[in-house]
């Protein structure tokens, strides 16, 4: 008879070099981890490298995790650095747009104010509109709003200050807003 | 304050974060502004959402980074291994390094004991 191990037990077994172990963590995380690759970098090729470098991250420093916190959160911190690492990366090979070059696109907003804001729709329509935020926005609000990571931790793991990742959110948070809501606000202004 | 200064400030007070007196009293009596406000409220919710819209992984990449886990850690054990043996090769070389020094100290010390000797 197979025993599951709970995570606490897991994560002690491969810190002490228990491959099994860790890829047991791997198979357990893997959906949540690569969903947070795929919302971080906003495309599928880039979202699996960066979750693969995560766990090979996480892998080697595994020794070094203290428990502190849950095993996601290090992780989640783990795939947010790997995440601008391979932005970086990306951009020396082919200069991704790394700034506010950005255009609203047409999300159908009209629509979506008459919609209730939880239902499928509205939620596949936010993800779209994160995908084109710049890569820098995108980062700090899917860290922030999706993630729930503090402003500290943000900046920590993206290599900019606490007040940068403010100012980023707040930017992020605008072009969200224009995009999905503006036919609600220009409504409004009548 | 007018809307458009008030405005501005919203995506930092929808977190409860301080924008100032004028700012937030401007807040409580402008329709407007309240209606903004609760877009971006209802945007932070909506994203808050996405949390556990979970987007499913490409077929194969679990067992693609399940391999490459595997081929890592064997490149740091052959790498570890190939350390342990520099380490030893090191040792080997100082220890003999020492060895001689000392034997060489000693063959000096004597040859000198008995260059004293003869000319006493």
């Known amino acids: 008879m197979e025993i599951r191990l709970d995570e606490t037990e897991l994560v002690g077994a491969a810190r002490s070099g228990d491959r099994q172990a860790f890829d047991?963590?791997?198979?357990?995380?893997f959906v949540?981890?690569?969903?947070?690759?795929?919302?971080?970098?906003?495309?599928e090729e880039d979202a699996r490298d960066v979750v693969q470098e995560a766990y090979l991250r996480a892998w080697k420093g595994i020794g070094k995790f203290?428990?502190?916190?849950?095993?996601?959160?290090?992780?989640?911190?783990?795939?947010?650095?790997?995440?601008?690492?391979?932005?970086?990366?990306?951009r020396r090979q082919r200069s991704v747009p790394f700034d506010d070059d950005f255009e609203p696109v047409d999300t159908g907003a009209e629509q979506m104010v008459s919609q209730s804001a939880e239902s499928a729709e509205a939620l596949d329509r936010i993800a779209g509109a994160l995908d084109e935020l710049p890569a820098k926005l995108r980062s700090v609000v899917v860290l922030k709003d999706v993630y729930?990571?503090?402003?500290e931790a943000i900046a920590e793991e993206l290599g900019i200050s606490v007040s940068a990742a403010k100012v980023r959110l707040h930017r992020a948070r605008r072009k969200l807003r224009d995009v999905l809501y503006d036919e609600g606000a220009q409504a409004d202004a009548m | 304050m007018r809307c458009d200064e008030v405005t501005a400030m919203l995506p930092a007070l929808v977190d409860g974060e301080p924008?100032?007196?004028?700012?937030?009293?401007h807040v409580e009596t402008c329709l407007r502004c309240q209606a903004e406000l609760a877009r971006y409220r209802?945007?932070?919710?909506?994203?808050?959402?996405?949390?556990?819209?979970?987007?499913?992984?490409?077929?194969?990449?679990?067992?693609?980074?399940l391999a490459a886990i595997t081929e890592a850690a064997e490149h740091g054990a052959r790498h570890t291994l190939l350390s342990g043996r520099r380490l030893a090769y090191a040792g080997a070389i100082g220890g003999s390094?020492?060895?001689?020094?000392?034997?060489?100290?000693?063959?000096?010390?004597?040859s000198r004991k008995r260059a004293l000797s003869l000319a006493g």
């Open chain 1, 24 to 29: 047991e963590l791997v198979r357990r995380t």
């Open chain 1, 32 to 43: 949540d981890t690569f969903t947070l690759a795929r919302r971080l970098a906003g495309n």
């Open chain 1, 66 to 90: 203290r428990g502190d916190a849950a095993f996601s959160t290090w992780l989640y911190r783990i795939t947010a650095n790997a995440a601008a690492s391979n932005l970086q990366r990306r």
């Open chain 1, 148 to 151: 729930g990571m503090s402003h």
């Open chain 2, 19 to 25: 924008v100032g007196f004028d700012a937030e009293r």
């Open chain 2, 42 to 65: 209802r945007l932070l919710r909506t994203l808050s959402m996405l949390r556990t819209r979970y987007v499913e992984p490409t077929p194969g990449l679990l067992g693609e980074t």
């Open chain 2, 97 to 110: 390094a020492l060895a001689a020094g000392a034997t060489a100290m000693v063959l000096i010390a004597r």
